[in-house]
C-alpha cells in the first residue's frame, strides 16, 4: 500500500519541479557561457571546480552551473579527479564540492574552439 503525500510534501515537490523547469528552460547562452568556462579552466588550470566557475560567470539561475557540470560529465567533456574541495558559496555552508578535469574529448573541443575563435582551423 503506498502512502499518500502529506500537503507539505505535495507542494515540496512542486517547488522542486518549477526549479527543474527553470534549469532545463535556461538559454542556450548560458550554457555556452558555462561551457566557455570549463573549457577555459581545463585548458589553463588543468582542473576546476564550481568555485572556480562562480568567480567569473554571471549569476545564473538556481541550479543551473551544476545541472551545466553534470552535463559536460555525461557527455563525456569533464572528469571527476577524485578530489573534492569545500564549497566558497556562503548558501551551501561548505559542503564539498568535485573537482573537474577535461577529459581527452574535453581537450579536443576546447582546442577546436580555441582555433576557431582565433579564425583557423584546429590541427
Not at 24 to 39: G, I, K, R, T
Not at 59 to 69: D, K, P, S, T, V
Amino acid at each position: 500500500m503506498t502512502r499518500r503525500l502529506t500537503v507539505a510534501e505535495r507542494l515540496a515537490s512542486a517547488e522542486k519541479n518549477l526549479l527543474l523547469a527553470d534549469i532545463a528552460n535556461q538559454s542556450s547562452w548560458d550554457q555556452f557561457l558555462v561551457e566557455q568556462a570549463a573549457f577555459h579552466y581545463g585548458l589553463v588550470n588543468g582542473t576546476f571546480t564550481a568555485n572556480d566557475m562562480r568567480r567569473v560567470l554571471p549569476e545564473m539561475g538556481h541550479g543551473f552551473l551544476g545541472a551545466a557540470i553534470n552535463s559536460l560529465r555525461s557527455g563525456g567533456v569533464i572528469e571527476h579527479t577524485g578530489a573534492m574541495v569545500p564549497s566558497t558559496s556562503p548558501a551551501t555552508h561548505g559542503h564539498r564540492l568535485a573537482v573537474w578535469a577535461l577529459t581527452g574529448k574535453g581537450h579536443a573541443i576546447a582546442a577546436e574552439r580555441t582555433a576557431r575563435a582565433q579564425g583557423r582551423a584546429a590541427a
